[in-house]
């Protein structure tokens, strides 16, 4: 029996790589004949505008905005609405949303609930040992109410089910690139030895993404090589990041550039991908950077990463969040070609969007209808 009502909760329409691959779903779902409903807790974002045709927006009243303890009761605040929305499933579209499906799970104890797991569940020094042993109850008493959960690859998939305590845990691949995009790039060539190098990053300006290491790396670089750097996002650390670059003299050749509208054209102009995340559940901006024949060089931050750089020519990974390696890594990546369209289209295989969408759509499916087992908190 098709699950036809979907609720996908926000607490606002801030630009991230949560929002947008929840936005790709929902837009597929819609499609496919699906009725898909957002929740949310406050009317601004720069996402706003991108809100897929087809898909209804409800906002809380009075508004609920964001702030640092702001989670901790938006799911009770958002249950009269999801109530009156009756959906057949909620999907809760990372882990900075499970906070709310308890108070969901309270009100629509027969509604089932699908939470993505969008980064690590548990990260340094809590994921082994003693630490883990402190940290995962408290993970797990804050997921109470989610039935299911998806994760995007093999690895990040065996690791959430060390770490939740069950094997409720599917591995779904984000949808990161259209069906009728066709992967006509030209191969590049090796970037020549004294050529400038422009490299451009994305992603939130947060702490996450680490990107004083970036800069840092962009210091190592010009000591023997002409570089820049362009960073797409936003976020609450700009002035702080911006003073970084100033302090660094670095004004000259690191850019804030904000939030881009069009990604594609920005990533043709570039010669690499830098990725200085301290953890990562994808990042789609690889994917992203490959399907226009872009090579990265990132830190070890994802599992997904692990498992999708198959080709040297696609980037490097570095183990270790040194500046000076990571200059290296570029250096070294740049002297080689970019990866080749067919070994790309190949790669990109499952992230294709209908697919990926279709996937979520068949796990929905199987759980609507199914009562949850544990109708009081989820688990």
Not at 219 to 233: S, V
Request: proline residues 7%.
């Amino acid at each position: 029996m098709p699950a036809q009502r979907i609720l996908i909760p926000f607490h606002d329409f801030s630009a991230g790589g949560t929002e947008l691959i929840a936005f790709r779903l929902a837009n597929a779902w819609v499609e496919a004949g699906r009725t898909v409903s957002f929740l949310v807790g406050a009317d601004n974002g720069l996402m706003r505008e991108k809100v897929p045709d087809g898909v209804s927006v409800r906002i809380l009243s009075p508004e609920r905005p964001r702030s640092t303890f702001s989670r901790i009761h938006l799911g009770h605040h958002m249950v009269a609405d999801a109530v009156a929305l009756a959906p057949d499933v909620i999907f809760i579209p990372g882990n900075f949303h499970f906070g709310l499906a308890r108070a969901m799970k309270q009100a629509l104890p027969r509604t089932r609930i699908v939470a993505k797991i969008s980064n690590p569940l548990i990260g340094p020094p809590f994921d082994h040992g003693l630490g883990a042993r402190i940290a995962r109850p408290v993970l797990q008493g804050i997921t109470r109410g989610i039935d299911w959960f998806a994760a995007m690859s093999q690895g990040l998939t065996h690791e959430a089910r060390l770490q939740l305590g069950h094997d409720r845990v599917a591995t779904l691949y984000d949808p990161n690139i259209a069906d009728d995009v066709t992967l006509d790039f030209e191969q590049r060539p090796p970037l020549a030895p004294d050529a400038p190098i422009h490299l451009i990053g994305v992603g939130r300006l947060e702490p996450q993404k680490n990107w004083p290491l970036a800069f840092q790396t962009v210091a190592e670089i010009q000591k023997k090589r002409t570089a820049r750097l362009t960073i797409y996002g936003e976020g609450w650390q700009r002035a702080e990041l911006q003073k970084k670059i100033c302090d660094l003299g670095l004004n000259d050749s690191i850019t804030l550039a904000g939030f881009s509208k069009d990604l594609a054209h920005t990533m043709n102009d570039a010669d690499l991908m830098l990725i200085s995340s301290r953890y990562e559940g994808g990042p789609a901006v690889a994917v992203e950077a490959l399907a226009q024949g872009l090579p990265f060089v990132s830190t070890d931050c994802s599992h997904f990463l692990r498992e999708f750089t198959i080709d040297q020519t696609f980037g490097t990974l570095v183990k270790n969040a040194d500046p000076a390696i990571l200059a290296r890594a570029v250096l070294k990546q740049l002297s080689r070609s970019g990866p080749a369209p067919s070994t790309v289209a190949s790669a990109l295989a499952p992230v294709r969007i209908n697919g990926a969408a279709n996937a979520y759509l068949e796990l929905f499916d199987r759980q609507f209808g199914t009562h949850s087992s544990f109708p009081e908190t989820g688990r």
